[in-house]
């Protein structure tokens, strides 16, 4: 039996997908526009060696469930709860008025009337993977218009999620019949959504309270818990993606879920380079792909300008500032994904031919390829067209402000080190913040009450980038990871006071060179400490009792502070150690 | 299709998480979990379709990977250094001992194949596992412990010698043509990963541009061309893999993105990969059982007995000897990959296979349990045992004046061990070192007067070292249990104990000592003073740092800095 055979055209696909990626990369296209084409070149388009099939299916079917999944993740309530409201209106206006309009232009450019059905319910605006990839990718996902734009995704998304099920379902004879399927879809999602909520109230924060301290098993337990969902979604006949997005949510609300999104996005990064790929595969061949081509462009562009007036229209009326409107609009100028997986649909139920669905496709890539440039640019064109914009500035719009730790203090790991000079750093910064990925210390910081905290290791992007590292004004690190403290070097604001701590002398070296401020070396402090300590036991027993008394009187201080913070369970602070007085 | 197997991952990973539940409750290694999760499934047959074992190897090639990347080649040298003579030691002596065992099996049960059989049963035997022994002993090796080091030299020495058992085993027929062109063969590879490292992989760097997404991708191309080429020389996957680690640099900006994704998508496939394994055992056979109750018998009982018996042999005390043996008894991860190897090449028969996953379970998950009976077991075997040989051996190894008196005893001979020995030295004041890294005999005969190599638990060391007519015992070793022992000895002298914790340091406070220093309580200290001088304007940051530099070269000239580059 041969061994990766079996997974050639996954392995060519990703090989491939590399090679364009880096090539994009020069051009500043996102690699997500690499992988579509990488489907392109590698399909029936092109030199059609690759097929849809198999594992190649399988794993784009688990990067699309994966997405949704960290889609989920990202979905703490507490952040979107000020905006569901206004959110919610902008889908239901930007999914019919939209809708309406890529209907006139189906028939203004003269398709059939079923063609026209299905052209205006697959052109969905907005793409999901897209601009959740681009916008994370930049940094955005969380300010203001980045949070829109994810809000609208998923009311859209559940939207689509019920399209999808309506075209899959084998007999929809009369209104009787759709209305009786809705009715089931609805149903479905909302127990799986409601046992998804109830978990992750009453189950998860014990669960995962005990497995967050184990990286590996923290993993293992997550993932279990979305493909549990998965499973419970492919049982009730909904898409497996709905049980991925519902196990995220319930996970979202946990403390340790920034931690968890550094977890699963490479497995999603490397899960969705096949699913994109495999939307390039399902073309059928290049006449097919351009059959409609010209009418593909002026469909793009009509839809790609409406659309932004519709989403800019939607969202200012709603009262947010016209740089959010702005920004929150043409982020979602691309033809959503769905399109195609609609498109490939219909295609399967014989309402329409090859040809359309190479109109949908080119549309979608025309649309994503120029969007990503736009999402890339979005600030700088705002800034060009600012002047112009100015005139739909009204009075009272929202503040757009999110609140952030701003020239504040962090500290990594919460230790003994640590500890001593937080109320120190207090003092001198207003904020401080601590980074540790053990539970028992996370707890220890929320009983205190008085810094703030994060939960992870500091080695995670998210985990920094929620500690706001970039804008720290004095950082302390008391890990001894030489790696840990040079990215922490590499990353801090150049103005920022750093200390780190080191094991070696070496490591102390190097750390200095890369712009450390102190060196913490705690075994040669100790060292040079316990040499004077008997040193002054041979010379001057007196002098000896004095000098160890401080410190003794500092262990005691701490351990009472630490049994002080745990009164009411006595003994916790000491690990159940006894005590003879 | 993809529906199917949909529904065998959400069985795959929902039992894995579930069973990693309990290994957590427990505090237990998840893999012999993962494996168990695998047998409890194993009836459902989604579960053992060829796709599912297609990413299962995908398990195998990211977790040889992994291990690649790991690899520092600077070190391997210091590392093989403390592991070659009891590894070989262990090889040549339980190596051929299973393999006639597996041999016998093999005829008594009419295997086909049977010296391929049984070759693979001794490489189950052989081999320790650095995954689940190594997780065991993190708080070991963090403790800079002699045991410690040496468990992880040992594992690290095993999954040497596993890549090249699996060069060997993947040649088509036992020709010496055959496996010299096999191992020609990984030889290129390896070279070919290492000429990537040097000269390959910053060009990726360079041209991802900072897309950390982009390294992370391409690391994983270079993982797929060294497979493809492994396959296509007929090479097995694994040192393909391996290789490919090799040529990834961990070092460079996205160092820490990579590497976790690496991570992340390894703990993925690594989880199938494990439950896939222990899905393809049905229920055993008589058999089955059998070698697998042998297979168990030897890792358990032989394989320690000869690690314990080298160490000695090498000089290492009796509790060290012990110690570094009890968590090198488990079935490696490689001796699994082995075996499905063998299985997809078909030259493994059932009852071997399912026989080496069984045992793997066992004792994998006896390590830990093992781990926490092991001082009884040294209490009431080992030290028994070995009384007479330990004190002649103190003895032998020892330099003490026997007239000292009112002297310090200085505890551990590492770098603060130094340091304090070197000011008694300057003040004139007699002391007498403990130590029991035999690698230190040769500095300390040349730099003190007095010293005792041997294990700082067993009271002969103490009574050797003079503990009665001490006036002071300073210990810079952070381990609670020696610490505790040090609080029961008979003596009037003071005792100056270290502690990681302050929460311990009040325990041992309690228990007798006259003071304990916590390092970090120390620098938390050193901490606070600094920040307020630096806010109150007293000092300067960039005079603090140039103090402190010069202090560090002051530091090093006295030969006060770390010797070797790992411990």
């Given at each position: 039996m041969s061994e990766i055979a079996l997974a050639a055209d996954f392995a060519i696909i990703v090989v491939v997908a590399t090679i364009i990626g880096l090539i994009a990369r020069q051009t500043g296209q996102p690699t997500i526009i690499a992988y579509i084409l990488t489907g392109i070149i590698l399909?029936?388009?092109?030199?059609?060696?690759?097929?849809?099939?198999?594992l190649v299916d399988l794993m784009a079917e688990l990067g699309f469930a994966f997405l949704l999944f960290l889609l989920g993740l990202k979905m703490r309530f507490k952040d979107i709860q000020e905006i569901l409201r206004p959110v919610t209106n902008v889908a239901f206006g930007q999914t019919v008025l939209q809708t309406a309009l890529a209907f006139l232009v189906a028939w203004a450019l003269g398709f059939d009337t079923t063609e026209i059905l299905v052209i205006a319910l697959a052109t969905v605006f907005g793409a999901t993977p897209i601009i959740v990839k681009i916008l994370t990718d930049k940094d955005e996902i969380t300010s203001m218009p980045g949070k829109i734009d994810v809000g609208v995704l998923i009311v859209q998304d559940i939207y689509l999620v019920i399209v999808l099920a309506l075209f899959a379902a084998?007999?929809?004879?009369?209104a009787a019949d759709i209305a009786t399927t809705l009715g089931v879809i609805l149903v479905m999602i909302s127990f799986i959504g409601i046992f998804s909520l109830a978990s992750s109230r009453y189950v998860l924060p014990k669960l995962f309270r005990r497995v967050a301290d184990n990286k590996e098993v923290f993993l293992i337990v997550a993932i279990a818990w979305a493909f549990l969902f998965v499973a419970i979604a492919e049982g009730a006949d909904l898409s497996a993606k709905v049980g991925a997005f519902l196990a995220g949510i319930s996970l979202a609300q946990l403390p340790y879920s920034k931690e968890l999104e550094d977890r699963i996005t490479p497995i999603t990064n490397f899960f969705i380079l096949v699913f994109f790929a495999t939307i390039g595969l399902q073309i059928d061949g290049l006449n097919a792909l351009l059959a409609y081509w010209w009418q593909a462009i002026v469909a793009s562009i009509i839809l790609m300008v409406g659309n932004f007036w519709i989403m800019f229209y939607l969202i200012d009326r709603e009262g947010f500032s016209v740089e959010t409107s702005f920004l929150g609009s043409i982020n979602m100028i691309q033809v959503s994904e769905f399109s195609l997986i609609v498109g490939a649909l219909a295609l399967d139920q014989g309402l329409i031919e090859s040809d359309v669905l190479g109109y949908l496709s080119l549309m979608a890539l025309f649309t994503m390829s120029i969007s990503t440039y736009v999402i890339a640019y979005n600030h700088t064109i705002y800034a060009k067209l600012e002047p112009w914009f100015r005139r739909f500035e009204t009075e009272g719009d929202k503040s757009d402000a999110l609140s952030h730790y701003r020239d504040h203090a962090i500290a990594i790991g919460y230790d003994d080190i640590t500890e001593q000079a937080l109320p120190k750093l207090e003092k001198r910064y207003s904020q401080v913040v601590v980074i540790d990925r053990r539970t028992d210390h996370v707890e220890e910081l929320e009983q205190e009450g008085r810094y703030g905290y994060v939960f992870g290791d500091f080695r995670h992007t998210e985990v920094r980038k929620e500690a706001n590292l970039k804008g720290a004004d004095f950082v302390l690190s008391s890990s001894v990871e030489r790696e840990v403290n040079e990215a922490l070097l590499a990353e801090v604001a150049d103005d920022a006071t750093v200390f780190v701590e080191a094991e070696r002398i070496d490591d102390a070296r190097a750390l200095y060179e890369r712009g450390a401020d102190y060196v913490i070396m705690s075994t040669h402090l100790t060292a040079e400490k316990l040499a004077e300590y008997v040193e002054a036991h041979t010379t001057d027993r007196h002098a000896f009792e004095e000098a160890i008394a401080g410190d003794l009187f500092e262990i005691a201080a701490r351990q009472r502070r630490s049994r002080d913070r745990f009164t009411g369970q006595p003994g916790v602070g000491d690990r159940g150690g006894e005590h003879d007085d | 299709m993809t529906e199917q197997l949909i529904i065998a991952l959400a069985v795959i990973f929902v039992a894995a998480g579930l069973l990693s539940l309990v290994a957590n409750q427990f505090d237990l290694s998840p893999i012999p979990f993962y494996i168990l999760a695998g047998l409890l499934i194993g009836g459902f047959e989604y579960v053992t379709q060829e796709e599912v074992l297609v990413l299962a190897q995908w398990g195998i090639a990211f977790l040889v990977f992994v291990f690649g990347i790991r690899l520092d080649f600077a070190n391997v040298q210091t590392v093989l250094r403390d592991a070659e003579f009891a590894a070989s030691i262990q090889l040549l002596v339980v190596g051929p001992i299973a393999f006639a065992i597996g041999y016998a099996f093999g005829d008594l049960f009419g295997f086909g194949e049977p010296v391929r059989n049984a070759l693979y049963f001794s490489a189950a035997a052989v081999l320790s596992s650095s995954l689940v022994g190594g997780e065991v002993l993190r708080g070991e090796i963090r403790e800079n412990l002699v045991h410690g080091r040496l468990a992880s030299s040992i594992h690290f020495f095993d999954d040497l010698v596993a890549l090249t058992l699996l060069l060997v085993i993947t040649a088509?027929?036992?020709?010496a043509d055959a496996i010299t062109s096999q191992l020609g063969y990984g030889v290129l590879f390896i070279a070919a990963g290492l000429f990537l490292y040097r000269h390959g992989f910053q060009i990726l760097v360079r041209l991802a541009d900072g897309d950390g997404e982009l390294v992370l991708v391409g690391s994983i191309s270079i993982l797929i061309a060294f497979l493809a080429a492994a396959e296509y020389v007929g090479l097995s996957i694994v040192v393909g893999a391996f290789a490919a680690g090799i040529a990834?640099?961990?070092?460079?900006?996205?160092t820490l993105e990579v590497r976790n994704g690496i991570d992340s998508i390894a703990d993925f496939f690594g989880a199938i990969f494990f439950v896939t394994i222990g899905a393809l055992v049905s229920i055993p056979t008589v058999e089955v059982a059998l070698v697998a109750a042998a297979l168990v018998g030897v890792v358990l009982i032989l394989n320690p007995l000869v690690h314990t018996l080298a160490f000695m042999y090498e000089g290492y005390d009796s509790r060290t000897a012990f110690l570094a043996s009890s968590s090198l008894n488990q079935v490696s991860e490689f001796s699994l990959i082995i075996a499905i190897q063998a299985l997809l090449l078909g030259t493994i028969v059932d009852a071997v296979f399912e026989a080496i996953i069984l045992a793997a379970v066992v004792t994998m998950a006896l390590t830990p349990a093992a781990r926490r009976w092991k001082d009884r077991i040294f209490e009431l075997v080992v030290s028994r045992v070995f009384r007479k040989q330990r004190t002649r051996k103190v003895d032998e190894r020892s330099e003490v004046d026997?007239?000292?008196?009112d002297h310090v005893i200085v505890l551990g001979y590492g770098r603060q061990g130094r340091r304090i020995a070197e000011r008694l030295e300057e003040l004139d004041r007699p002391y007498v070192v403990i130590e029991n890294d035999p690698m230190l005999w040769d500095e300390l005969r040349a730099n003190c007067r007095s010293y005792v190599l041997g294990d700082a638990m067993s009271a002969y060391s103490w009574e050797k070292a003079g503990i009665d007519r001490a006036a002071l015992v300073v210990s810079t070793v952070d381990h609670r249990e020696l610490s505790e022992t040090i609080c029961t000895l008979e003596t009037d002298a003071d005792l100056l104990l270290r502690s990681e914790s302050s929460a311990e340091a009040e325990q041992l406070l309690d228990a007798g000592a006259a003071y304990v220093t916590v390092p970090n309580v120390v620098a938390g200290r050193e901490l606070v003073e600094i920040v307020e001088a630096l806010s109150t304007g007293e000092r300067e940051i960039s005079t603090l740092k140039r103090e402190h530099l010069e202090m560090l070269d002051a530091i090093e000239h006295a030969g006060f800095a770390s010797r070797y580059a790992r411990y």
């Amino acid at each position: 039996m041969s061994e990766i055979a079996l997974a050639a055209d996954f392995a060519i696909i990703v090989v491939v997908a590399t090679i364009i990626g880096l090539i994009a990369r020069q051009t500043g296209q996102p690699t997500i526009i690499a992988y579509i084409l990488t489907g392109i070149i590698l399909g029936p388009v092109a030199f059609d060696i690759v097929t849809d099939e198999g594992l190649v299916d399988l794993m784009a079917e688990l990067g699309f469930a994966f997405l949704l999944f960290l889609l989920g993740l990202k979905m703490r309530f507490k952040d979107i709860q000020e905006i569901l409201r206004p959110v919610t209106n902008v889908a239901f206006g930007q999914t019919v008025l939209q809708t309406a309009l890529a209907f006139l232009v189906a028939w203004a450019l003269g398709f059939d009337t079923t063609e026209i059905l299905v052209i205006a319910l697959a052109t969905v605006f907005g793409a999901t993977p897209i601009i959740v990839k681009i916008l994370t990718d930049k940094d955005e996902i969380t300010s203001m218009p980045g949070k829109i734009d994810v809000g609208v995704l998923i009311v859209q998304d559940i939207y689509l999620v019920i399209v999808l099920a309506l075209f899959a379902a084998d007999d929809l004879g009369g209104a009787a019949d759709i209305a009786t399927t809705l009715g089931v879809i609805l149903v479905m999602i909302s127990f799986i959504g409601i046992f998804s909520l109830a978990s992750s109230r009453y189950v998860l924060p014990k669960l995962f309270r005990r497995v967050a301290d184990n990286k590996e098993v923290f993993l293992i337990v997550a993932i279990a818990w979305a493909f549990l969902f998965v499973a419970i979604a492919e049982g009730a006949d909904l898409s497996a993606k709905v049980g991925a997005f519902l196990a995220g949510i319930s996970l979202a609300q946990l403390p340790y879920s920034k931690e968890l999104e550094d977890r699963i996005t490479p497995i999603t990064n490397f899960f969705i380079l096949v699913f994109f790929a495999t939307i390039g595969l399902q073309i059928d061949g290049l006449n097919a792909l351009l059959a409609y081509w010209w009418q593909a462009i002026v469909a793009s562009i009509i839809l790609m300008v409406g659309n932004f007036w519709i989403m800019f229209y939607l969202i200012d009326r709603e009262g947010f500032s016209v740089e959010t409107s702005f920004l929150g609009s043409i982020n979602m100028i691309q033809v959503s994904e769905f399109s195609l997986i609609v498109g490939a649909l219909a295609l399967d139920q014989g309402l329409i031919e090859s040809d359309v669905l190479g109109y949908l496709s080119l549309m979608a890539l025309f649309t994503m390829s120029i969007s990503t440039y736009v999402i890339a640019y979005n600030h700088t064109i705002y800034a060009k067209l600012e002047p112009w914009f100015r005139r739909f500035e009204t009075e009272g719009d929202k503040s757009d402000a999110l609140s952030h730790y701003r020239d504040h203090a962090i500290a990594i790991g919460y230790d003994d080190i640590t500890e001593q000079a937080l109320p120190k750093l207090e003092k001198r910064y207003s904020q401080v913040v601590v980074i540790d990925r053990r539970t028992d210390h996370v707890e220890e910081l929320e009983q205190e009450g008085r810094y703030g905290y994060v939960f992870g290791d500091f080695r995670h992007t998210e985990v920094r980038k929620e500690a706001n590292l970039k804008g720290a004004d004095f950082v302390l690190s008391s890990s001894v990871e030489r790696e840990v403290n040079e990215a922490l070097l590499a990353e801090v604001a150049d103005d920022a006071t750093v200390f780190v701590e080191a094991e070696r002398i070496d490591d102390a070296r190097a750390l200095y060179e890369r712009g450390a401020d102190y060196v913490i070396m705690s075994t040669h402090l100790t060292a040079e400490k316990l040499a004077e300590y008997v040193e002054a036991h041979t010379t001057d027993r007196h002098a000896f009792e004095e000098a160890i008394a401080g410190d003794l009187f500092e262990i005691a201080a701490r351990q009472r502070r630490s049994r002080d913070r745990f009164t009411g369970q006595p003994g916790v602070g000491d690990r159940g150690g006894e005590h003879d007085d | 299709m993809t529906e199917q197997l949909i529904i065998a991952l959400a069985v795959i990973f929902v039992a894995a998480g579930l069973l990693s539940l309990v290994a957590n409750q427990f505090d237990l290694s998840p893999i012999p979990f993962y494996i168990l999760a695998g047998l409890l499934i194993g009836g459902f047959e989604y579960v053992t379709q060829e796709e599912v074992l297609v990413l299962a190897q995908w398990g195998i090639a990211f977790l040889v990977f992994v291990f690649g990347i790991r690899l520092d080649f600077a070190n391997v040298q210091t590392v093989l250094r403390d592991a070659e003579f009891a590894a070989s030691i262990q090889l040549l002596v339980v190596g051929p001992i299973a393999f006639a065992i597996g041999y016998a099996f093999g005829d008594l049960f009419g295997f086909g194949e049977p010296v391929r059989n049984a070759l693979y049963f001794s490489a189950a035997a052989v081999l320790s596992s650095s995954l689940v022994g190594g997780e065991v002993l993190r708080g070991e090796i963090r403790e800079n412990l002699v045991h410690g080091r040496l468990a992880s030299s040992i594992h690290f020495f095993d999954d040497l010698v596993a890549l090249t058992l699996l060069l060997v085993i993947t040649a088509d027929a036992f020709t010496a043509d055959a496996i010299t062109s096999q191992l020609g063969y990984g030889v290129l590879f390896i070279a070919a990963g290492l000429f990537l490292y040097r000269h390959g992989f910053q060009i990726l760097v360079r041209l991802a541009d900072g897309d950390g997404e982009l390294v992370l991708v391409g690391s994983i191309s270079i993982l797929i061309a060294f497979l493809a080429a492994a396959e296509y020389v007929g090479l097995s996957i694994v040192v393909g893999a391996f290789a490919a680690g090799i040529a990834i640099r961990d070092d460079g900006t996205n160092t820490l993105e990579v590497r976790n994704g690496i991570d992340s998508i390894a703990d993925f496939f690594g989880a199938i990969f494990f439950v896939t394994i222990g899905a393809l055992v049905s229920i055993p056979t008589v058999e089955v059982a059998l070698v697998a109750a042998a297979l168990v018998g030897v890792v358990l009982i032989l394989n320690p007995l000869v690690h314990t018996l080298a160490f000695m042999y090498e000089g290492y005390d009796s509790r060290t000897a012990f110690l570094a043996s009890s968590s090198l008894n488990q079935v490696s991860e490689f001796s699994l990959i082995i075996a499905i190897q063998a299985l997809l090449l078909g030259t493994i028969v059932d009852a071997v296979f399912e026989a080496i996953i069984l045992a793997a379970v066992v004792t994998m998950a006896l390590t830990p349990a093992a781990r926490r009976w092991k001082d009884r077991i040294f209490e009431l075997v080992v030290s028994r045992v070995f009384r007479k040989q330990r004190t002649r051996k103190v003895d032998e190894r020892s330099e003490v004046d026997g007239t000292i008196d009112d002297h310090v005893i200085v505890l551990g001979y590492g770098r603060q061990g130094r340091r304090i020995a070197e000011r008694l030295e300057e003040l004139d004041r007699p002391y007498v070192v403990i130590e029991n890294d035999p690698m230190l005999w040769d500095e300390l005969r040349a730099n003190c007067r007095s010293y005792v190599l041997g294990d700082a638990m067993s009271a002969y060391s103490w009574e050797k070292a003079g503990i009665d007519r001490a006036a002071l015992v300073v210990s810079t070793v952070d381990h609670r249990e020696l610490s505790e022992t040090i609080c029961t000895l008979e003596t009037d002298a003071d005792l100056l104990l270290r502690s990681e914790s302050s929460a311990e340091a009040e325990q041992l406070l309690d228990a007798g000592a006259a003071y304990v220093t916590v390092p970090n309580v120390v620098a938390g200290r050193e901490l606070v003073e600094i920040v307020e001088a630096l806010s109150t304007g007293e000092r300067e940051i960039s005079t603090l740092k140039r103090e402190h530099l010069e202090m560090l070269d002051a530091i090093e000239h006295a030969g006060f800095a770390s010797r070797y580059a790992r411990y």
